[in-house]
């Protein structure tokens, strides 16, 4: 008789391996889902032409991407909060979903001047190609290897602060932080995501796949931004 409890405060690795298949299968499920949602979300977004407002406002409202980073800094918080919680599977996708509906937000913007500098959309599939196989090889070393990455949690947390420190002091500053910014970001991004694939066996606890997916979409969305970034630097310059 199996008397595992699949809501002790063991990890994932602990577990049987029935209760391991299941935990990974519904993270990158709901991460499926996360992406999928975001990809509708923007699309109707621009349908909607709220790319046209959000672009008019950062262009007119003083200090605008400021209040945009400082409110969405607040809403991962909360959704990250949410996420995690215990007690309440519907908090749980409450946050996730709170946080796909704010990615989208704030993606808005750089993704209707991505298709306005290349008239087109076919760079967002590219970027899209690119961010896809780094995670896929970022996943692939992360279950081969069976090494716990978690040691990479302080390095990302201080390098995090360092680059939001970078962006905020650009945009009072008004100076660009430029193309190799945007490539140290890409690897920044990939560190994350090798964190985040390590925790799901590592780290997190059977019944918190929903915080799990939340951390993989998170880091995942921060690859694709920077890589649609330096697709639009290289397309400016030819």
């Known amino acids: 008789m199996n008397t595992y409890n699949p809501y002790a405060s063991s990890p994932v690795i602990e577990a049987p391996a029935e209760t391991?298949?299941?935990?990974?299968?519904?993270?990158?499920?709901?991460?499926?889902?996360?992406?999928?949602?975001?990809?509708?979300?923007?699309?109707a977004l621009i349908q909607m032409g709220a790319g046209i407002y959000a672009l008019r406002f950062l262009g007119q409202v003083p200090h605008s991407w400021l209040m945009v980073l400082g409110g969405f800094v607040v809403v991962g918080w909360l959704a990250s909060r949410l996420a995690a919680s215990s007690s309440s599977p519907a908090m749980q996708y409450l946050g996730l979903s709170l946080y796909v509906v704010a990615e989208a937000v704030i993606f808005l913007p750089?993704?209707?001047m991505a298709i306005g500098l290349t008239g087109g959309a076919a760079i967002l599939g590219q970027a899209a190609v690119l961010t896809g196989a780094l995670v896929l090889g970022i996943t692939v070393v992360a279950f081969t290897s069976g090494k716990d990455f978690s040691f990479l949690g302080g390095m990302l947390k201080i390098g995090g602060f360092v680059a939001l420190g970078l962006i905020v002091a650009?945009?009072?500053?008004?100076?660009?932080l430029g193309l190799w910014f945007s490539v140290a970001m890409v690897l920044f991004a990939g560190g994350a995501v090798l964190y985040d694939t390590s925790n799901i066996l590592h780290r997190y606890?059977?019944?918190?796949?929903?915080?799990?997916?939340?951390?993989?979409?998170?880091?995942?969305?921060?690859?694709?931004?920077y890589v649609l970034r330096i697709l639009m630097s290289l397309s400016n310059r030819n």
Do not use: D, N
């Open 20 to 43: 391991r298949s299941e935990f990974i299968r519904k993270t990158y499920t709901h991460l499926a889902v996360a992406l999928t949602a975001f990809g509708l979300l923007e699309t």
């Open 110 to 112: 750089i993704i209707m």
């Open 170 to 176: 650009s945009l009072l500053m008004g100076f660009s």
């Open 205 to 225: 606890q059977p019944g918190q796949h929903v915080a799990a997916s939340l951390a993989l979409f998170a880091s995942i969305a921060m690859m694709f931004y």
